[in-house]
Nanobody
Framework: QVQLVESGGGLVQAGGSLRLSCAAS????????MGWFRQAPGKEREFVAS????????YYADAVKGRFTISRDDAANTVYLQMNSLKPEDTAVYYC?????????????????WGQGTQVTVSS
């Protein structure tokens, strides 16, 4: 059973930065991709960014392009989300997710494992 543990959330002022981490353990297979999603109160979970593990290809939601960067550390089985120029509308619980199947990486239902989430709050 894959376990994902996120860290790095917190409270930051608008324009500030945070780096989220997600460490994976318990894998008995090679992952295809990992992604970051977020969910604000009263809203559906939405795609933020993803990375195809072996190729390093990255994908971003339009709302975060140019501000967020997803990266991976293969040796540490960890994926990161560097978030710069944060805005109040980025406030949400951020989740990382993992899939071993070759399929679209921007849809939550395509992921098999999820972390518990970490709160990011951006004050204006």
């Amino acid at each position: 059973q894959v376990q994902l543990v996120e860290s790095g959330g917190g409270l930051v002022q608008a324009g500030g930065s945070l780096r989220l981490s997600c460490a994976a353990s318990g894998r008995t297979f090679s992952t295809y991709a990992m992604g970051w999603f977020r969910q604000a109160p009263g809203k559906e979970r939405e795609f933020v960014a993803s990375i195809v593990w072996s190729a390093g290809r990255t994908y971003y939601a339009d709302a975060v392009k140019g501000r967020f960067t997803i990266s991976r550390d293969d040796a540490a089985n960890t994926v990161y989300l560097q978030m710069n120029s944060l805005k109040p509308e980025d406030t949400a619980v951020y989740y990382c997710a993992d899939t071993k199947w070759v399929r679209g990486t921007t849809t939550p239902r395509n992921y098999d494992y999820w972390g518990q989430g970490t709160q990011v709050t951006v004050s204006s």
